[in-house]
């Protein structure tokens, strides 16, 4: 059996679906399947929040518009849960827990049998601790289930012509602090209009990682050469946006770097 008739026999148990909708390449490709097969039964939610850039946002919605799926935007406002904002390890359990609580309220508001989310095989054994919340809440994860790998998800996605077969990973603005360091909505900004003109300058696969007063920049390897090139003008962005000081991180980017600091009993204590 074709792996997209797999999932899309998959979603054929259902009658109606909420997806959790970031735009990204996991939730966009869940989004167009579950249409194919499900139709008019199937809402997009997106959660904006000072974690989640207003350009996301856009492409968001733009993405929805293309599907022509229905599509909500709701607010979730991480900072102002209890215990986020102090940055502890396990901070996405009380992120995806507040999110999925949400989530779930509009679907028994409007009578959707399920939620799904995009979760997909390669998060199993990664550090993720809002796995637990999802797993708490019910959240069915239909590619995690179908082990769904992102290198799949991603070959499929250009098969039906999606955009998003491409685009680079993205997780939320929190993620660029080290546990323990208080993350403020001022922060999360600065963070995000550097990001954003650092894009603006052509880069595609990268992060600013916040340290206090350091930008510490992470680039894909193909891109650290024109980084190099450009570190002045990098260095401009980031002090315009507020940091003191800027580097560029020569071990270049990788996803969860603020997790090589953790120790293995942490890891592995989240992992589902």
Not at 13 to 30: E, M, P, Q, R
Not at 147 to 154: A, C, D, L, Q, V
Not at 184 to 189: H, I, N
Request: one cysteine or more.
């Amino acid at each position: 059996m074709d792996r997209i008739d797999e999932l899309k026999q998959y979603i054929s148990k259902y009658n109606s679906a909420i997806i959790a909708f970031s735009g990204g390449v996991d939730s966009t490709f869940l989004a167009k399947v579950s249409a194919e097969v499900l139709g008019q039964n199937v809402l997009l939610v997106t959660a904006t929040s000072s974690t989640y850039p207003f350009y996301e946002l856009e492409e968001a919605k733009l993405l929805a518009s293309e599907l022509k799926i229905k599509h909500k935007v709701i607010v979730s406002e991480e900072i102002d849960i209890p215990g986020f904002a102090d940055n502890p390890p396990d901070r996405c359990y009380y992120c995806k827990t507040e999110l999925f609580k949400k989530i779930i309220f509009i679907a028994k508001e409007l009578n959707y049998e399920v939620v799904f989310d995009g979760s997909n095989k390669d998060d199993e054994n990664d550090f993720r601790p809002g796995k637990k919340a999802l797993k708490e809440l019910n959240i069915i994860s239909p590619l995690a289930e179908l082990n769904f790998s992102k290198e799949e998800i991603r070959k499929y996605s250009k098969l039906l012509g999606l955009k998003t077969a491409e685009k680079p990973s993205y997780a939320c603005l929190a993620s660029r602090f080290p546990y323990g360091e208080k993350i403020t909505a001022e922060k999360l900004e600065r963070v995000g209009k550097s990001e954003l003109k650092i894009r603006n300058l052509g880069f595609n696969t990268f992060r600013v990682r916040s340290h206090g007063n350091l930008a510490r920049l992470e680039f894909a390897e193909q891109e650290i050469e024109k980084a190099w090139t450009l570190r002045k003008n990098l260095e401009k962005i980031c002090k315009d946006e507020g940091f003191v000081f800027v580097c560029i991180d020569t071990t270049g980017y990788r996803t969860g770097a603020m997790n090589e600091g953790l120790d293995i009993d942490t890891k592995n204590q989240w992992k589902l």
